[in-house]
């Protein structure tokens, strides 16, 4: 079975730098895996998503994630951030049953981010 | 475009109360459906999927089911609400082997 683990469970940062949110998963085969950002009260909306080819995918709202096999991991990074980032991200890993079109999520326990002024 | 929405946006409901969560999916056919728990400091649980109408699978035994009478309605209810059915649930929708899920608004739910 999948599983996804985020260090972090808090991280502060200032605006203006730069950040990087850490993920690891576990997975049998070759893993299609995203980004989630959670706002407080709020559904969660899909930053991006690495299903195959090259190794860094870009997102919305200025983020990227590197898919690194050797390392079983999926960092999110954003060389700058916004006092509108301040949220909470997870990081999900998929599986696909065979021929059918069901994928399951497995989602990591998510990233809190908050950010100084 | 696809859009997702949940009702009521906020419950409050006695122990020992029915309920019924709504789900419904717009701009698309055929969507596999997700309903999620989210409890408070913890990430998303999986609870139900379906991959059609009338077809669905449970991930947790609990107090809840879940049922799909249209293509693009999803409903989660319970007979008997207990104080650990609190928490903030989510749907999902997602289209194919495309992967990626999406999901509403979500409903709090608060139990008293």
């Known amino acids: 079975a999948q599983s996804v683990t985020q260090p972090d469970i808090h991280i502060t940062v200032s605006e203006g730098a730069s950040l990087e949110l850490r993920c690891n998963y576990s997975?049998?085969?070759?893993?299609?895996l995203f980004w989630y950002v959670q706002s407080p009260g709020q559904g969660l909306q899909l930053l991006l998503k690495?299903?195959?080819?090259?190794?860094l995918v870009q997102g919305i709202k200025g983020f990227e994630a590197e898919f690194k096999r050797s390392q079983s991991s999926f960092n999110l990074r954003k060389p700058s951030v916004h006092w509108s980032d301040a949220a909470e991200y997870f990081c999900?890993?998929?599986?696909?049953?065979?021929?059918?079109?069901?994928?399951?999520?497995?989602f990591g326990q998510g990233t809190i981010l908050t950010v100084h002024p | 475009s696809q859009t997702i929405h949940q009702w009521p946006a906020t419950l409050v409901q006695p122990v020992g109360s029915p309920l019924s969560l709504e789900c419904t999916v717009e701009?698309?056919?055929?969507?596999?459906l997700y309903w999620y728990r989210q409890a408070a400091g913890r990430g998303l649980q999986l609870l139900f999927y379906?991959?059609?109408?009338?077809?669905i699978s449970s991930e947790v035994p609990q107090n809840l089911s879940a049922s799909r009478p249209q293509d693009r309605q999803f409903i989660l209810s319970s007979k008997k609400l207990l104080l650990s059915d609190s928490g903030f649930y989510l749907c999902?929708?997602?289209?194919?082997?495309?992967?990626?899920?999406?999901f509403g608004p979500g409903t709090r739910l608060t139990v008293l």
């Open positions: 690495y299903f195959s080819g090259d190794t």
């Open positions: 379906s991959v059609g109408i009338g077809q």
């Open positions: 999900a890993v998929g599986a696909w049953a065979g021929g059918t079109s069901y994928g399951k999520l497995t």
């Open positions: 999902a929708w997602s289209v194919g082997s495309s992967g990626g899920q999406f």
């Open positions: 997975y049998g085969a070759t893993p299609y």
């Open positions: 701009g698309t056919s055929n969507p596999n």
